[in-house]
């Protein structure tokens, strides 16, 4: 069972952490991107960290459901701080993104 756990953890962060990472260049200037992408991936590195040292005492002390409570305002702040201030109109990347046309096999064609 730990083992599942850990791949989809592994998983989830295989999807997420580049996910995030474009994120920050799309909304940062060229020439703060290097700072800001470290700044990102440190902070990654300190709040799994922290979240996890912390989420274990509140654990130990009031079980395990308040963990999702506090998980699920974290979230709501991180995606109200996002609407406020994660859309950049101004920022250079805005438009940079262009799908590619895939061919797709038709049967019988």
């Known amino acids: ?13 295989g999807f997420l ?3 995030f990472s ?6 940062v200037p060229t020439e703060h991107r290097g700072k800001m992408i470290g700044l990102f ?12 040292m912390l989420l274990g ?10 963990i999702y409570g506090v998980a699920v305002v974290a979230t709501l702040i991180a995606f109200g701080v ?3 201030w994660g859309q950049s109109p101004e920022s250079e990347a805005s438009g940079r993104i262009v799908p590619v046309p895939v061919p797709v096999p038709v049967p019988g064609a």
């Open 82 to 84: 996002f609407l406020l």
């Open 57 to 66: 005492v509140l654990a130990e002390a009031r079980g395990y459901p308040p």
């Open 22 to 27: 474009v994120l920050v260049v799309d909304l």
């Open 1 to 13: 069972m730990l083992g599942a756990a850990g791949f989809l953890g592994g998983v989830a962060h």
């Open 17 to 19: 952490y580049p996910s």
């Open 41 to 52: 991936s440190s902070l990654i590195g300190v709040g799994a960290t922290l979240g996890a």
